[in-house]
């Protein structure tokens, strides 16, 4: 199976911060990642797919890059709507597999 | 609009058994293939089970390969996951998602989810 691991676990930001979460994983993926956010108590919402592109009506702050192992997800300028958990996932092969989520929270 | 319904969830016994539905609305059910992902309470997400357009081609994690079966049907638009052997580790949330077929296995549209409590 392809692990994911996602870094830092947690961070605090401030409003209009750049903000940059890592996801690796275990082997060679290409850029087949995709990232989500999760607010507290409800469904995740789809962001980024295939490593770098944006789901539409994301904003642009978002953005995402990578391929192979390596893959990072950028918030440019961190809005208060932007506190959440956020989670990168495999869609190469099955069994698909999550990262174990970042949680950026207020400073 | 997609809409994603799902409901069957409950508390339930170890060793038991439940069926989950979901309903789907607002797109072409039968050209997509269909996903069940899982949240355990303040845990991550973990990815069950996936089942092709047609159902002919179905996947499972190993965590309830043997004991969960997925199937859909087209002409109702509803997904089912159905559940037996259920162990405590089973107690999570039960997304249904759509494959939004940008690239490899993505997950566009998300249900609310309905939570599976197994417990004695």
């Known amino acids: 199976d392809i692990q994911m691991t996602q870094s830092p676990s947690s961070l605090s930001a401030s409003v209009g911060d750049r903000v940059t979460i890592t996801c690796r994983a275990s082997q060679s993926i290409s850029t087949y990642v995709n990232w989500y956010q999760q607010k507290p108590g409800k469904a995740p919402k789809f962001l980024i797919y295939g490593a770098s592109s944006l789901q539409s009506g994301v904003p642009s702050r978002f953005s995402g890059s990578g391929s192979g192992t390596d893959f990072t997800l950028t918030i440019s300028s961190l809005q208060p709507e932007d506190f959440a958990t956020y989670y990168c996932?495999?869609?190469?092969?099955?069994?698909?597999?999550f990262g174990g989520g970042t949680y950026v929270e207020i400073k | 609009e997609v809409q994603l319904v799902e409901s069957g969830g409950g508390l339930v016994q170890p060793g038991g058994s439940l069926r989950l539905s979901c309903g789907a609305s607002g797109f072409s059910f039968s050209t997509y293939d269909m996903n069940w992902v899982r949240q355990a309470p303040g845990k991550g997400l973990e990815w069950v089970s996936s089942i092709s357009n047609s159902g002919g081609t179905k996947h499972y994690a190993d965590s309830v390969r043997g004991r969960f079966t997925i199937s859909r049907d087209n002409a109702k638009n509803s997904l089912y996951l159905q559940m037996s052997s259920l162990r405590d580790d089973d107690t999570a949330i039960y997304y249904c998602?759509?494959?939004?077929?940008?690239?490899?296995?993505?997950?566009?549209?998300w249900g609310q989810g309905t939570l599976v409590a197994v417990s004695s």
């Open positions: 996932q495999q869609g190469f092969i099955t069994p698909l597999t």
């Open positions: 998602v759509r494959d939004g077929f940008h690239t490899g296995f993505d997950f566009d549209d």
